[in-house]
């Protein structure tokens, strides 16, 4: 019997956050899993997007930020609300946006966060940056930064962030580690572009002492728009599962993969689709959704603002009262690959317009693509906020920003109405971006050989 | 700024010692059994028993480890499992010794 899980000393004593933490289970600890799967107490892995301003506007923001929303929550609000984390034990919070450090509050709420108790790690795109910040930062236990950059040189990071967003965000690394700042993150999404530069990445981060996440592309925000197009392709995900493989014990991914465990083995980590079990969402306004990548009504539990509080979104909402139920495995029950990637992420499925009990679209056996053709022309549901600084309308559903054609198969119904028919059940696991949904090597103590999750 | 990592090659855990939660170390009971973070070290682990809960909360009034089993319940034939559960925690700092008082 194994009765601790994770956090053991390990093999290496690199620095762990809680996603790595959870990573290292990476094992079958069945039991422990299923008793996430029935939800806990408190999130473990918990998203606060502070703000949905950001100063870049990069073409898959999950969010689709860009403006400042008016009823952003007050200084006093998001104080309040970190009070309440600290009353749930939440020790570890995602703070992301937008780009949170835009918020003139945004290193007071840091400072009040750490003193109450709850660790931060939040997601900039380094602009704020600064040497001054960098000492400040690396002199601080409880904060950790993850720096995003979705491309090992510019041309293919820029095509996606921004111009000049590659040299922002490697001198804010430099910063860093000048500072002093070790195990710092680096935070990829994976694309069709950026596939073949997996190790440009590990590089890159190695030199500067940070980590690697690699995490996947989701259909969401304005990502559903250019989904299509950067997603990577079917022999693109047997080059990245395999090069997880051999590397995953030393990159995080927020069990973003769990996805690939069709191919074979399952990859470090919990391996457990997390919404409104483990993980879950804050948005700037107070809204709470069960993952960070369904900002959409249809996964809206509540909002903190609310007479509960956030306590009481997470402990009593319908929404996660139902993701918390079994789940039916629906089309994919007959598969055999069903335990391995539990039907892949919500989210993914539900952005791209597919039943939620059904194959994920990026299905390693290929069914997701059988299903994206015979969903035909109807259209897959429009993110239901948009915070761009420039707002496009969708044509059909998906295409750079830009272009004006859309190449997706069956992609006649441009503009179209909304019609999808979307099941009442979800699939078994969702996906997490958290930090925290799974660990590694091996369950500590007693009869270790047993671990094996994996978040986020 | 990163994390402090466990000292490699933590000694032995000694069960007729006294122990105690680490100082930077919260529990949050779960139905399972319990979360423990380590705010220094940032790592997680999960208790898998209320028992071992139990156990680790009774490790500052007890004597020694062996002590704080017995007064949590745990059943002799269970003491070894619970005593490898102690010496886990121990190695990654979620415990330490304590001067016997």
Redo the contacts between chains.
Sequence with gaps: ?????????GAE??????EQ??QR?SAPTG??VE?FE?G???P?CLTWELTYACNLACVHCLSSSGRRDPRELSTDECRALIDEFERM?I??VNIGGGEPTVRSDFWELVEYATEH?V?VKFSTNGSRITTAVAER????????VQISLDGATPAINDAVRGEGSFDTAVTAMGRLADAG????KVSVVATRHNVGQLDGFKELADRYGAQLRLTRLRPAGRGAEVWDELHPTAEQQRELYDWLVVHGEQVLTGDSFFHLAGYGESLPGLNLCGAGRVVCLVDPVGDVYACPFAIHDEFLAGNVRGAGGFTDVWRRSDLFDELRRPQSAGACGSCGEYDACRGGCMAAKFFTGLPLDGPDPECVLGHGEEALERRGTSEAPRPSLDHSLHPRRRTGAAGRPGDPGDSRPGAAGHLGPVAVALLPRRPDRACDESP?AA?GPGP????AGTAGHRPH | MPPTPPVAGSPAFDATRAWALHPQVSLRPESFGALAYHFGTRRLSFLKSRTLLAVVESLADQPSGYEACRAAGVAPTELEAYTRALAALADSGMICERAAS
């Design positions: 019997m194994t009765l601790v899980a994770g956090g053991s000393a004593a690199t620095p762990q956050a809680v933490s959870l289970h039991r422990l008793r029935r806990l107490e408190a473990i034990q020790f570890y108790h660790g930062l690396a002199s601080s236990e409880y904060v950790d700042f070790v195990g710092f925290l660990s500590v103590g007693p009869s």
